[in-house]
């Protein structure tokens, strides 16, 4: 099992400009060896089956690869001496950055999805570096040691779990400062827990007017919280917008709107944390809907979409669900709003039809709250209107809690 602790960190002003220094030189071998990729590609593709009689021939050499980029290290080192205070695993670490922003320009993800043409890295961003060699005990206190860099303080708030092991410390560069994000290995899997024995299941609708609305008709409101701080972002964006380029000024209030962004965000982020928390405390098995955020976000409804975090909060769920042994289920949210949830008549809706009354049976419950048991009918493996697994309320009873006959 994979999981990652962050902490921040308590750099000293000769640590930061270390730090900061290393920065640009992987920022500059990052660019020189994704050039040397575009180089061969350029040199050596051709867009016919056949060459021209009188073309260039370019110099014959392999195909630039991860392992062959990975053997120019020692060189550099003895040509440009400085390269010698970054470790060896950070280096490595960047010409993997380099083979795998290329490989997905060319042959695309695990999905088949090709990424855009690599970009260079301009100034200031390149914002990341990762050491993936320990000692034994890198932990002292409220001290991180980072091989060939010392001893670092860190906001030590969170402790490391017993039998965790370090693999990789990643240092990143943020707008209120530095952060290391440690990944720990363990090497217990958690037994999930049979869908036999699930005592508590529960089905839950993504929404815009709430957050989510469970099957019991309990619900999480929306917080908001990029709306609610639209006015402050957009007086500082215009701020620098004002600000002459390069200046000092338009610098000092640049970091001042990434700061409010990092806010919002982590504000965000801690909602979405106590929300699965609250869910995975109280419920075995948890259904959503599978959905197409990507999709959505191409609507009108993209800004509020994104400002729910959907795709986060469903990410933090099945990860805090898998650690826990529990289980989160997507399900095909085809037909879950219009579908009756007590007897399976499909009740057509428009999007400001908010209460499902179904005109066969006669339930008459909010939308969302039907959809919510639908998902969990199909999460358990109950068509939808199965009376094995149906909602018992009476008749027209709206705002009441249903109960689950299992």
């Keep these: 099992m994979r999981t990652a602790y962050q902490y921040r960190l308590r750099l000293s002003k000769s640590q930061e400009a270390e730090i900061e220094r290393w920065l640009d030189m992987l920022r500059h071998q990052y660019n020189y060896l994704l ?22 021939l370019p110099e014959l050499r392999n195909n630039p690869d991860y392992f062959s980029q990975k053997r120019t290290l020692p060189q550099l080192k003895k040509d440009r001496h400085w390269y010698k205070t970054i470790h060896a695993n950070v280096l490595q670490d960047c010409v993997k950055r380099v083979d795998l922003a290329f490989k997905r320009y060319l042959k695309g993800d695990c999905n088949g999805k090709k ?7 301009g100034k200031n961003r390149y914002k990341s570096l990762t050491f993936s060699a320990f000692s034994k005990n890198p932990i002292q206190g409220k001290k991180l040691n980072l091989p060939k860099f010392g001893w670092v303080k860190m906001v030590y708030h969170r402790p490391i779990p017993d039998g965790f092991k370090i693999k990789t410390a990643t240092v990143t560069r943020k707008a209120d400062g530095y ?12 037994s999930v827990i049979p869908i036999e024995q699930v005592s508590n299941p529960i089905g839950i609708d993504m929404g815009l007017k709430s957050f989510l609305i469970k099957s019991d008709g309990t619900e999480v409101p929306i917080p908001q919280y990029y709306r609610k701080a ?5 007086r500082i964006q215009k701020t620098v917008s004002r600000s002459k380029k390069g200046s000092n000024n338009r610098k000092k209030v640049v970091t001042k709107l990434g700061k409010a962004h990092k806010k919002v965000a982590d504000t965000r982020k801690d909602f979405h944390f106590k ?93 969302d709250v039907n959809a919510a048991i639908n ?26 809690k249903p109960t689950l006959n299992l």
């Design 35 to 56: 050039a040397d990729r575009f180089n061969w590609y350029e040199q050596n593709r051709c867009s016919i089956n056949s060459c021209p009689l009188i073309c260039h």
């Design 115 to 121: 990424s855009g043409r690599p970009r260079f890295k």
């Design 179 to 190: 952060y290391v994000t440690l990944s720990l290995q363990d090497d217990i899997v958690p």
């Design 230 to 234: 639209q006015k402050r972002l957009k």
């Design 275 to 367: 929300t699965a928390k609250g869910l995975l405390d109280s419920h075995d098995l948890i259904a959503h809907e599978k959905l197409n955020i990507k999709g959505l976000a191409r609507t009108k409804m993209a800004k509020s979409i994104f400002d729910a975090g959907w795709g986060q909060f469903l990410s933090i769920l099945s990860s805090k669900a898998e650690n826990a042994g529990l289980i989160t289920k997507a399900v095909n949210p085809k037909n879950t709003s219009q579908n009756c949830s007590s007897c399976g008549t499909k009740v057509p809706k428009k999007l400001k039809d908010r209460i499902h009354s179904c005109p066969h049976c006669g339930y008459k419950v909010d939308r």
């Design 375 to 400: 998902i969990l009918n199909l999460a358990v493996g109950h068509p939808v209107g199965s009376k094995a697994f149906r909602v018992s309320e009476p008749v027209g009873g709206v705002g009441k």
